[in-house]
């Protein structure tokens, strides 16, 4: 995606398959990437470096499974 951050195109990812769970993954955890990331649709927003084991947790969980 280069010239764009992840957040740009979610909420075009959101309109056209709103039933699709999104989980974003970033280097930046800080409250303002937070925010627009959930305010944009994310279901969850992962920090790098990622744990495998809350990985899937979550990718469960916001698919609608028993986490």
Request: charged share 25%; glycine share 8%; aromatic share 2%.
């Amino acid at each position: 995606m280069s010239g764009m951050s992840g957040l740009e195109p979610l909420p075009k990812a959101k309109a056209v398959r709103p039933d699709v769970p999104i989980i974003m993954i970033t280097a930046y955890g800080d409250p303002e990437t937070k925010r627009q990331a959930f305010e944009n649709g994310a279901e969850a927003l992962l920090t790098k470096p990622i744990d495998s084991r809350r990985c899937a947790v979550r990718s469960t969980a916001a698919s609608g499974g028993a986490a």
